[in-house]
Nanobody, 131 residues
Framework: QVQLVESGGGSVQAGGSLRLSCVAS????????MGWFRQVPGKEREAVAA????????YYADSVKGRFTISQDNAKNTIHLQMNTLKPEDTAMYYC????????????????????????WGQGTLVTVSS
């Protein structure tokens, strides 16, 4: 059974940095799409960034371009999200998710609402940015 486990959340002041990690276990068959969403109470889940582990291609939401960087460590089945110049509006629960069977590709991140087609999710890690 595939599991995703996030780590690295916490509290930081505006302008600071955090690094999130997500480890995938129970699946090492082939390349896949993996990335991050975030959600605040009462709002729709929002895409943040994703990466295709086969060739390293990435997707970023406009709201985080230039500030966040997604990367991979294939040897450890891990992705990272380096978040710099954090803003209070980045405060959210951050969830790791994966498209292991190429059913959505980057569309799960690029198409609002399509995230519902992703079958594998982590439990989430909280990021709080204070002003």
């Amino acid at each position: 059974q595939v599991q995703l486990v996030e780590s690295g959340g916490g509290s930081v002041q505006a302008g600071g940095s955090l690094r999130l990690s997500c480890v995938a276990s129970g699946y090492t068959y082939r390349s896949y799409y993996m990335g991050w969403f975030r959600q605040v109470p009462g709002k729709e889940r929002e895409a943040v960034a994703a990466i295709y582990t086969g060739d390293g291609h990435t997707y970023y939401a406009d709201s985080v371009k230039g500030r966040f960087t997604i990367s991979q460590d294939n040897a450890k089945n891990t992705i990272h999200l380096q978040m710099n110049t954090l803003k209070p509006e980045d405060t959210a629960m951050y969830y790791c998710a994966a498209d292991l069977y190429w059913r959505t590709g980057f569309e799960a991140w690029a198409d609002p609402g399509r995230y519902r087609d992703l079958e594998v999710w982590g439990q989430g890690t909280l990021v709080t940015v204070s002003s």
